[in-house]
Nanobody
Framework: QVQLVESGGGLVQAGGSLRLSCAFS????????LGWFRQPPGKEREFVAK????????DYADSVKGRFTLSRDNAKNTMYLQMNNLKPEDTAVYYC??????????????????WGQGTQVTVSS
């Protein structure tokens, strides 16, 4: 069973940076695509970014391109989301998600089979 544990959220001023981590366990990471979603207060969960663990290819939502960067550490089975130049509209609960094994996924939440518990990111103006 895949398990995902997020960490790294917090409170930051606009223009600041945070790095979120997602620790993956339970299966061979290279079989999966991992992603980040976020849910702002009172809104739907939305796609942020995803990475194919085997190839390292990434995809980002337009709203975060140029500000957020995904990476992975194979030795630690951990995915990172580096968030720079944060804006108040980035305030949300951020969730790490994983595809089912070998399944291709897009940018919608129902594509993903496994979810972490979420971590709060708050950006003050």
């Amino acid at each position: 069973q895949v398990q995902l544990v997020e960490s790294g959220g917090g409170l930051v001023q606009a223009g600041g940076s945070l790095r979120l981590s997602c620790a993956f366990s339970g299966r061979t990471a290279s079989w999966y695509t991992l992603g980040w979603f976020r849910q702002p207060p009172g809104k739907e969960r939305e796609f942020v970014a995803k990475i194919s663990w085997s190839t390292g290819s990434t995809d980002y939502a337009d709203s975060v391109k140029g500000r957020f960067t995904l990476s992975r550490d194979n030795a630690k089975n951990t995915m990172y989301l580096q968030m720079n130049n944060l804006k108040p509209e980035d305030t949300a609960v951020y969730y790490c998600a994983s595809s089912a094994r070998f399944r291709r996924v897009g940018d919608v939440a129902p594509d993903y089979a496994y979810w972490g518990q979420g971590t709060q990111v708050t950006v003050s103006s």
